[in-house]
């Protein structure tokens, strides 16, 4: 039975649809970044950011399944269970994550190459330098936001990361299609820096009212 097929009933109990974004690790730097686009009355969704507490992507994938079934999300249509995961420059998870885009359909699921941060950066430069690894991407951001750290309120304490969303936005959608026009494959470990967190937010902000 799938997702979308349980407990039909229950979607009388909420008027909005919930979409569950769920992410690596316990670290809350996630988690409250995205809670600041849960727009409450003014926005048309109900916004769910969680860690999953596992940091690899079938760890994440099956926990964000699991959290979905027991709090009944995914019963309503316009439900989402988004799942946001760091590729790490590593080629074993992006064989993983196609593994898990081809087994769960009902899990949509995001990556940043070579981790979250990426996301970040774009907030300061048009092209972030290729990084050797998640550490020295994190390192990188340290130099626009000192004393960065994953458990750190960025969107609160960086008027940069509040005010230039657009830009970020703006700026990740130019580096895809850059990475297309040259024939790569979007998303492959190989492919960096790259991020799709910029489509889960420009989806987010056109849901408020």
């Known amino acids: 039975m799938g997702i979308r097929e349980r407990n039909r009933k229950s979607q009388n109990r909420r008027t909005k ?10 670290n ?10 849960n727009y409450g009355r003014d926005s048309l969704i109900n916004l769910v950011p969680i860690g999953a507490g596992n940091t690899d992507p079938t760890g994440i994938v099956e926990y964000a399944v699991l959290y979905a079934k027991n709090n009944e999300i995914g019963i309503q249509e316009d439900d989402r269970i988004i799942c946001v995961i760091d590729v790490d420059l590593s080629e ?11 087994k769960y359909n009902d899990v949509e699921i995001y990556v940043s190459n070579p981790c979250f941060e990426t996301w ?5 430069v048009d092209y972030p330098k290729t990084s050797a690894s998640s550490q020295k991407e994190k390192a990188m ?8 750290t994953e458990s750190m309120d960025v969107y609160a304490k960086c008027t940069t990361i509040s005010q230039d969303t657009n830009l970020a936005i703006s700026r990740a959608e ?3 299609k850059s990475y297309q026009r040259d ?5 492959a470990y190989d492919v960096s820096p790259y991020t799709e967190v910029d489509e889960i937010i420009g989806e987010i902000i056109n849901n408020k009212k």
């Open 120 to 124: 970040f950066l774009l907030h300061f």
């Open 28 to 37: 809350q730097t996630e988690k409250l970044y995205f809670g600041h686009f």
């Open 17 to 26: 649809p919930v979409w569950l974004i769920v992410f690596e690790g316990k």
């Open 174 to 176: 130019r580096i895809r």
């Open 183 to 187: 024939g790569k494959i979007i998303g």
């Open 141 to 148: 951001l340290r130099k626009y936001i000192p004393n960065y």
């Open 92 to 102: 074993d998870r992006d064989d993983e994550i196609l593994q898990l885009k081809k």
